[in-house]
């Protein structure tokens, strides 16, 4: 059974910096590329950032330089490092390894 434990929103003020984290669990993590995306209210799901297994990334260009997505492989874990949060950033962010969706974790950035 596949597990997705996302953690890590919250608010935050402009400027300001947050970290997700996204634990996964019954998938061959180490082999899956995993992808960041969020969702504004009233608006669509948006890729934010990916990793593939061999660590190669991907970016929105609204985060370039902004974000960091990385990986841990032997704790089945990406994480998305978001600095210079700015009020655009707010919306519910999904971690997405492979076919699979977590949650979702809130994040408000205020101005």
């Known amino acids: 059974q596949v597990q997705l434990v996302e953690s890590g929103g919250g608010l935050v003020q402009a400027g300001g910096s947050l970290r997700l984290s996204c634990v996964a669990s019954g998938i061959l993590f180490r082999f899956t590329t995993v992808g960041w995306y969020r969702q504004p209210p009233g608006k669509q799901r948006d890729m934010v950032a990916t990793?593939?297994?061999?660590?190669?990334?991907n970016y929105a260009d609204s985060v370039k330089g902004r974000f960091t997505i990385f990986r841990d492989n032997a704790k089945n874990t990406v994480y998305l490092e978001m600095n210079s949060l700015k009020p655009e950033d707010t919306a519910v962010y999904y971690c997405n390894p492979g076919a699979y969706w977590g949650q979702g974790t809130q994040v408000t950035v205020s101005s």
């Open positions: 990793i593939r297994p061999g660590g190669i990334t």
